[in-house]
């Protein structure tokens, strides 16, 4: 709507700026000045109540440890549901080589890595992957705890399955 001078004025546009547009202004339209600025007033101060009552809610407080052991025997029931034999890295980590792969060295964390992967819960279901003619490039410094720690376990052409803890994602 245009109130004064062809100029839109929001309902948002500051209350000192609008009590000096109603001095300029006819009595018709101090009326409409107005009503804006109490909408603006009453705007700021619902924002500003949300504000106090969302920064006043406490996060549940996150067991590191007990969400480990959750896991831990989660992993644990999928190896002996799956029969798959893994190895578990003194970090918490689970995992079973499938190849070790054709080269000369493991890659450290600085290196950049090519890779081919899917993500999966132990439910089978997929939550990310690359295709078979697409791979993902990164620094592995870069990436999960899990796979700075699983990846480097093999190398160039070699798989690995890596059963991840959440402490580790």
């Known amino acids: 709507m245009n ?10 546009l500051c209350v000192g700026c609008m009590l ?3 001095k300029y ?3 018709t339209n101090k009326r ?6 109490s909408k603006s007033g009453l705007l700021c101060c619902l924002v500003l109540l949300m504000g106090v009552v969302i920064s006043c809610e406490k996060p549940e ?3 590191e440890e007990a969400q480990y052991l959750k896991d831990e025997a989660i992993i644990k029931e999928w190896a002996d549901t799956t029969k798959t034999v893994l190895t578990k890295d003194p970090s918490g980590l689970y995992y079973a080589i499938i190849t070790p792969g054709t080269g000369l060295k493991a890659p450290e964390l600085i ?3 090519q890779v ?3 993500g999966k819960l132990l439910t089978d279901s997929v ?3 690359t295709t078979d003619t697409v791979t993902y490039k990164l620094r592995l410094e870069n990436s999960i705890e899990g796979w700075k720690r699983g990846v480097p376990l093999i190398t160039e052409g070699g798989r690995i399955r890596l059963l991840v803890p959440s402490k580790m994602a």
């Open 3 to 12: 109130l004064f001078k062809g100029v839109f004025l929001s309902p948002l």
């Open 20 to 22: 000096k547009m109603v």
């Open 25 to 27: 202004c006819a009595i």
């Open 32 to 37: 409409v000045f107005l009503c804006n600025m």
């Open 61 to 63: 407080p996150y067991d």
């Open 111 to 113: 290196d950049n890595i």
């Open 116 to 118: 081919t992967y899917t």
């Open 127 to 129: 939550f990310s992957q």
